[in-house]
């Protein structure tokens, strides 16, 4: 056997393993704090940072809010996290399911995609918004009529990409329907019972 061939895996310098580049970033970091070098971690790095705030006047659903928050929070977050309004689903949280629609000054959005900070005086309308009291919206009831939802948790963002959808003056057939609302994913694959329920609601709207 050649020197070569007995040398021990761990001891080939050319290939440090895990246990020597472990025992490697011990050996360095116990040396800094025997010198009394702070050693620099995660939480050190989050700690030195102050995430940036702005204040916010939003009104949703009628009521009116002044919100202190983080600048990066999103509309979905404040509607979930900040108003407790958790009709709004988050589904991808990267604005490709529509899971989270909203409607701002009556126009769809994916309030995943969409800066809270950036809302100053605008107003939002959630599912919570759609009934009044009881009486629900013709779309609601028209999704129950086709029976246009299975899992449901697709539902409210459905139901606000049909209203955009109808306020939008899309709603003009079942091919236009379809386009218009094709950014909201059904996962259980009730889309032609939906397209349905907005064909029905546009009849009584």
Do not use: W
């Not at 050693?39 to 009104?59: K, R």
């Not at 769809?108 to 919206?137: D, F, K, P, W, Y």
């Not at 694959?189 to 939906?194: D, E, S, T």
């Amino acid at each position: 056997m050649s020197p070569e061939s007995a040398t021990p895996p761990d001891t080939d310098r050319r290939h440090p393993t895990r246990r020597t580049v472990l025992a490697t970033g011990a050996a360095v970091g116990s040396a800094l704090t025997m010198a009394g070098l702070p050693q620099l971690t995660a939480g050190t790095a989050q700690a030195g940072e102050q995430a940036p705030a702005g204040e916010v006047t939003v009104t949703v659903n009628g009521s009116r809010h002044t919100l202190t928050v983080d600048n990066r929070t999103s509309l979905l977050d404040l509607l979930r996290e900040h108003l407790q309004l958790t009709g709004t689903k988050k589904g991808c949280d990267a604005g490709a399911c529509g899971a989270c629609t909203v409607l701002v000054d009556g126009r769809r959005v994916n309030a995943c995609l969409t800066l809270a900070v950036r809302l100053h005086g605008r107003e939002v309308t959630t599912i919570e918004g759609v009934s009044r009291g009881e009486q629900l919206h013709p779309l609601q009831q028209a999704f129950i009529d086709q029976d246009a939802f299975q899992c449901g948790y697709c539902t409210p963002g459905q139901i606000m990409s049909g209203l955009g959808c109808l306020r939008e003056g899309q709603a003009t057939s079942a091919d236009r329907i379809s386009e218009a609302m094709s950014g909201n994913i059904c996962r259980c694959g009730c889309y032609p019972k939906i397209v349905r329920a907005v064909e029905q609601a546009a009849r009584h709207t």
